[in-house]
Each structure stands twice: as C-alpha cells, then as structure tokens.
C-alpha cells in the first residue's frame, strides 16, 4: 500500500488508461488534481468546490463539475470552457456522477450543510447542455456507474443503500438494492468481472458487491474511517482517496488488487478550444 498526500475532502478519482493518468477532485480545496505517473501531482484550481472529474473523447481534456456548473477543461493549458449550469439553489451542490454510454452526464446532488432527508436528486446532462431531472427524493446522491445504456448502479450515502436501477423511456425502476447499514457506502467504480467496489465512509474499507446477486463476496480493509471513493486501473491497481478527519489529512492510497477496470464511457467534447 502507497499512501500520499495531504488533502482535505479528496474525492472522485478516475484513471484514464490512454495516458497513464489519475485525475480527483479535492472538493472543499476547489482543486482539480492530475497525477501522471511518479509522485508529482499537479493541480488547477477552481476557486470554488470541484466536486467530480469524467474522462472526454479527448485525451488532453476532462469534464470538471463545481457546485452547479459543468466545465471542459484543457489539462495542458487549463483553460475552461462552460458547459451548462443548472442554478442550484445555493444550499444544494453537485456530488458524484458518471458519463453514460450514450455520452449523457448523469449528476447528482446534495444539502451542502446540516441534516439532510430527501433534498438530493439525480439529473440527466445531455451533450448540447440541455437537462432533465430523473429523480427526485435522495437523502445524498453518491457513487454511480453505468453496467450499459439502460442499467446502472448508484448509492444513496445518507440511506446506507446501493440501487440497481433500469432507465427505459424516461422511466426509472430499481431492480435491486444492498443496504449497509451504519457503512455510509460512498463513491463506487464496476469491474471487467461484474463487480461493484464501493468505498465505505463510516469504516475505512472497501465492500466488493456482486452485480448479479447484489451479495457481498469481498472486503478490502485497513484505511482511513473517511474513505470516499476507489477507481480502477486495467493492470488491478486501485486508486482510493480519503477526507481529513481526527487522524489527520485526507490521502490517496494506491494498492495492488485482483480487480480490473471496466470500460471508460466518454464525453464527447462539444467544440474545439
């Protein structure tokens, strides 16, 4: 295990395997982190919360959302171009999301302060901006990832829940769900082998979840008790990043696994720079 840095809500890590690079979000430092290969990690700063990173069909820029807007982001130069913004009331902020195989940005939301019921949704970004709200009543729309066009997993932190859900015709169904009562299940990546691994904020361990049955088969222990998020590398390296808390600074693990990345699905970006 590899352990570094020094962050303080660390969250969203994505590994795009065309350049060998980690890119994650430090959300309450508004910073976009780019690690490519050694221990240098570099960063663009956004003066405001960044709250998840997505891999483009180009390889030289990411899409970067803040509280409520959504950006295109050129690594090289870091010059941002503004997607959309769905104006979220000033409680609320973006929190994790995920590109759909069909090239939709699919987001969801959170109560920024206090104590939160049901004033998360879920939203459908589509390429030219435009916007659709899916669902609504999340206590903290999390982790999400897509098995294809019409299927995919997402978890509702304050609920302890992790859904399956079908999305046909504008309706959504939820197939299947796992509730990890007490765990506060958090960010989430799938596997080439029909896996779900999810980072568990309350217990500083990873719970492997079995798609087909939505049983636990594995757990990965031993780090800190904010664990937010895990990504996926094709080799079985796994990216995990952590929050500050009583035991100190939040950090980026890299451990070795018998885990491998599942296919990227990627935003096609909407104009040259």
């Not at 970004?125 to 206590?139: A, C, K, M, P, Q």
């Not at 500050?244 to 890299?254: A, I, M, N, P, V």
């Amino acid at each position: 295990m590899k352990a570094e840095g020094r962050y303080v809500l660390a969250e969203g890590p994505v590994y795009d395997e065309r350049t060998s690079t980690l890119y994650f979000a430090d959300i309450l430092e508004g910073k976009l982190h780019i690690k490519k290969g050694g221990d240098k990690v570099e960063s663009i700063s956004f003066g405001t919360y960044v709250t998840s990173v997505h891999l483009c069909d180009r390889e030289d820029c990411v899409l970067a959302t803040t509280r409520d807007e959504v950006y295109e982001v050129c690594i090289s130069t870091g010059e941002r171009r503004l997607v959309t913004s769905l104006s979220l009331p000033h409680t609320m902020r973006f929190n994790d999301g995920a590109v759909a195989p069909d090239g939709s940005l699919w987001m969801g939301t959170m109560k920024t302060d206090g104590p939160r019921s049901n004033e998360g949704s879920l939203y459908r970004i589509e390429e030219d901006g435009s916007f659709r709200t899916v669902s609504t009543g999340y206590g903290i729309a999390n982790g999400l990832a897509f098995i294809d066009n019409e299927t995919f997993i997402h978890t509702d932190s304050a609920y302890d829940v992790i859904r399956m859900y079908s999305y046909r015709n504008g309706n959504l169904e939820c197939l299947k769900e796992c509730t990890l009562k007490g765990e506060c299940p958090d960010g989430l990546c799938l596997d080439t082998q029909g896996h779900i691994l999810s980072a568990l904020w309350n217990r500083g361990e990873i719970a492997v979840i079995s798609i087909n049955d939505f049983r636990e088969t594995d757990r990965i222990k031993g780090f800190k008790t904010s664990l937010s998020s895990i990504a996926l590398s094709g080799d079985g390296r796994a990216f995990l990043t952590s929050a500050e808390d009583r035991s100190g600074c939040g950090l980026l693990y890299t451990i070795r696994t018998d885990y491998r990345k599942k296919e990227d699905y990627l935003w096609k970006t909407g104009q040259h720079w």
